[in-house]
């Protein structure tokens, strides 16, 4: 079973790590605030989102341009089909007094 690290040990290996680092000579140079490590702080950082080259696509417009008209064509069609199957409803028909006095059928 792989060991997974716990935070403790991470803080005491980090800390050996930076004891070594004093031991050898090392030092930490002290930056005022506010000031950039980049060569040219005005400019402004540009992300790198497309780091390789755009590639060769195929056009899908004429087949998409196809499909919708097969589907502009079969909604046509449904709309002529209820067009002419017109369903008679039931509607109620009411008394002087809003009570219902019995059911006709209209088309």
């Known amino acids: 079973m792989k060991h997974i690290t716990t935070k403790a040990e991470k803080r005491a ?13 090392g030092k930490v140079d002290e930056v005022q605030q ?18 390789e080259k755009a590639m060769k696509r195929t056009d899908a417009r004429p087949a998409l341009k196809a499909i919708d008209e097969r589907k502009h064509k079969a909604q046509e069609k449904r709309a002529l089909e209820k067009s002419k199957i017109k369903k008679a409803k039931k509607v109620p028909v009411y008394d002087d007094f809003g009570e219902i006095l019995r059911w006709v059928w209209e088309e």
Do not use: C, T, W
Request: proline share 6%.
């Open 34 to 51: 506010g000031v950039s490590g980049r060569d040219n702080p005005e400019q402004a950082l540009l992300p790198v989102l497309f780091g």
């Open 13 to 25: 290996s980090l800390s050996a790590e930076i004891e070594q680092f004093f031991a050898n000579g």
